[in-house]
Antibody, heavy 117, light 108 residues
Framework: QVQLVQSGAEVKKPGASVKVSCKAS????????ISWVRQAPGQGLEWMGW????????NYAQKLQGRVTMTTDTSTSTAYMELRSLRSDDTAVYYC??????????WGQGTMVTVSS | DIQMTQSPSSLSASVGDRVTITCQAS??????LNWYQQKPGKAPKLLIY???NLETGVPSRFSGSGSGTDFTFTISSLQPEDIATYYC??????????FGQGTKLEIK
């Protein structure tokens, strides 16, 4: 079954880091990139960045440069997104999506990250 | 960075109505434009890619058009199950993606 399965919900304190995983199955992991998209409560979609699962090349949204790192582990077909120096406005649902050159037809189920003291 | 301006931000229509949403790019993006549907608590669903191509399995009442800076998304006959928020998304060869602000569609 072709799917992306994300790790579970997280609660973090301001200033901490969070690392969300996204495990791919049912397709050749290295044939596509992975995009990360987040959605704050009641807000729209925000693209965070992209990583090539083939060679690890990345491109991050300018707004998050310096705080976000995306990696992949091809041995387990898993992508990771780490966000550091968390603030309350990082509270959001974080999605991974398969980057298919144009749109993304395959998405993870989402991971809720709550930043609260 | 390319900015995407989507309008309207919300829309109320009756079942059977023709519904149109527009998206304007801040610069020429050729046909590098996708449309997504998102229902509450769910991940986005790709409906249209490359401005006018219908994703497999998506009903034919959904369509997209445009190129350059101006794009249109249309539902030819609104159905109750179409109640959702719709987003445009541009992409380039970096790759970098930008979403529009979204259009919340409600039944009148």
């Amino acid at each position: 079954q072709v799917q992306l399965v994300q790790s579970g919900a997280e609660v973090k304190k301001p200033g901490a880091s969070v690392k969300v995983s996204c495990k791919a199955s049912g397709y050749t992991f290295t044939s596509y990139g992975i995009s990360w998209v987040r959605q704050a409560p009641g807000q729209g979609l925000e693209w965070m960045g992209w990583i090539s699962a083939y060679n690890g090349n990345t491109n991050y949204a300018q707004k998050l440069q310096g705080r976000v790192t995306m990696t992949t582990d091809t041995s387990t077909s898993t992508a990771y997104m780490e966000l550091r120096s968390l603030r309350s406005d990082d509270t959001a649902v974080y999605y991974c999506a398969r980057a298919e050159g144009s749109g993304s037809s395959l998405w993870g189920q989402g991971t809720m990250v709550t930043v609260s003291s | 960075d390319i900015q995407m301006t989507q309008s309207p931000s919300s829309l109320s229509a009756s079942v059977g109505d023709r519904v149109t949403i527009t998206c304007q790019a801040s610069q020429d993006i050729s046909n590098y434009l996708n449309w997504y549907q998102q229902k509450p608590g769910k991940a986005p669903k790709l409906l249209i890619y490359d401005a006018s191509n219908l994703e497999t399995g998506v009903p034919s009442r959904f369509s997209g058009s445009g190129s350059g800076t101006d794009f249109t998304f249309t539902i030819s006959s609104l159905q109750p199950e179409d109640i959702a928020t719709y987003y445009c998304q541009q992409y380039d060869n970096l790759p970098q993606y930008t979403f529009g602000q979204g259009t919340k569609l409600e039944i009148k």
